[in-house]
């Protein structure tokens, strides 16, 4: 980190014979150039500093996640905590939540020990669920902290069935706004803090930049890791060899939650269709679309990026994207706006993959313990 060289001003010599009012102008002198020096500091350094200063620039410049040695590239740290990281599982207290469209989805609470006037929200991703490793490693941090979690699971792209043939998109911030009031009556909690990972973290951030103005009092801030912010660069990634392996993943599982919802819906869903679909474009142009209202999948791509909406934040807000994410371009690492932003503290390790963060064995995962640091300090 540099500091720019500044001139400094020329130094007066204070001679035997200098009068008092010249010792006076040379001590000033002292004075002046201590504050430039101040200056120098605060003008040249991203500095993360209390968020009533009002020239906060919240860009974290050095991640505290190291990868252990070994841990190999972007693919293998995305895909090996994927497929082989264990959390103690939860035993979760199902809510089904009547939500305000006629539709309904499966909350899961894990309460802490004591009563706790504090909850955090978890939102997973893609095709995800509460039992997912990066869920529970979160509820065990936050219970372990007296604060109370709640999981969400998404219709369609996750495990909630649902009534009727709707889906949970990256765009789905109402839903999330649903789900907080009705935690917030239900628990009558004092603070609420959001924490969501990949699609999970984009609605998290759409929901606390775009419906700022819907807020309850009680949202005091969020968290979010490896967002996918820029739908139309990072659905163009997986569209690149190196992304097709992922793009087979999902939309395997999205096919099979697809067939299960044609037998509600059997005029609706066009099987023949759904086989033929190689892309997440192809996916969001024939089914996401016409299902949720949008007229294709660059209208769908382009009003549920959070990155448009990041400059509205009002609360403090970490997003945690690491630089190689196999996942994540463009405006996923939105530097500029986190310079001139009070309320966004944007993280972004040299590596972690897509949701990986490989760690040490028997340790706390590192995105579980960032969020609960981030909570107690920027927000407690």
């Known amino acids: ?13 204070v001679s035997s014979k200098t009068s008092h009012i010249d010792k006076k102008l040379g001590l000033l002198q002292e004075m002046c150039c201590f504050q430039l020096f101040f200056r120098a500091i605060v003008v040249n350094l991203h500095w993360t500093l209390p968020r009533n200063h009002s020239f906060v620039m919240p860009l ?21 905590p994927s497929f082989f990281r264990k959390e103690e599982t939860v035993a979760y207290e199902r809510e089904t939540f009547e939500m305000p469209d006629g539709d309904f989805v499966y909350l899961d609470w894990a309460r802490s020990a004591v009563p706790s006037s504090d909850l955090v929200i978890i939102s997973h991703g893609l095709c995800g669920n509460t039992q997912r490793h990066y869920v529970l490693s979160l509820v065990h941090a936050f219970r372990a902290i007296q604060v109370d979690c709640l999981a969400w ?73 490896c967002a996918t912010i820029d739908l139309p660069v990072c659905n163009s990634i997986m569209d690149l060899p190196s992304g097709k392996l992922y793009t087979w993943h999902f939309l395997r599982k999205i096919s099979k939650n697809m067939m299960a919802k044609h037998k509600q819906f059997p005029e609706q869903i066009d099987l023949e269709a759904l086989a033929k679909v190689r892309s997440f474009r ?28 990041l400059h509205e934040l009002q609360v403090p807000t970490l997003l945690v994207n ?26 972004m390790p040299a590596e972690g993959g ?18 609960k640091e981030f909570f107690m300090q920027a927000v407690s």
């Open 1 to 13: 980190m540099t500091i720019n060289k500044m001139p400094w001003p020329e130094v007066i010599r």
């Open 60 to 80: 974290i410049e050095h991640s505290t996640y190291q990868a252990p040695p070994f841990s190999g590239n972007a693919h293998l740290q995305t895909i090996i």
């Open 153 to 225: 699971n998404f219709r369609l792209t996750g495990p909630s069935p649902g009534r009727l043939l709707k889906m949970t998109t990256s765009d789905s911030s109402e839903e999330l706004g649903w789900i907080t009031e009705h935690a917030i009556a239900k628990g009558n909690y004092k603070r609420v803090f959001h924490v969501g990972y990949s699609m999970g973290g984009n609605i998290c951030l759409l929901y606390l930049g775009r419906e700022v103005r819907k807020l309850p009092a009680e949202v005091v801030g969020g968290a979010a890791f």
């Open 282 to 309: 192809e996916f969001d142009d024939h089914f996401t679309a016409p299902i949720m209202g949008f007229k294709n999948a660059d209208d769908y791509w382009q009003k549920a990026s959070a990155c448009a909406w």
């Open 322 to 347: 690491p630089t190689n994410d196999p996942f994540l371009g463009g405006q996923c690492y939105p530097v500029e706006c986190a310079e001139k932003s009070r309320f966004l503290y944007l993280e």
């Open 354 to 371: 897509h949701c990986g963060f490989i760690g040490g064995k028997n340790r706390e995962w590192w995105p579980a313990t960032r969020s």
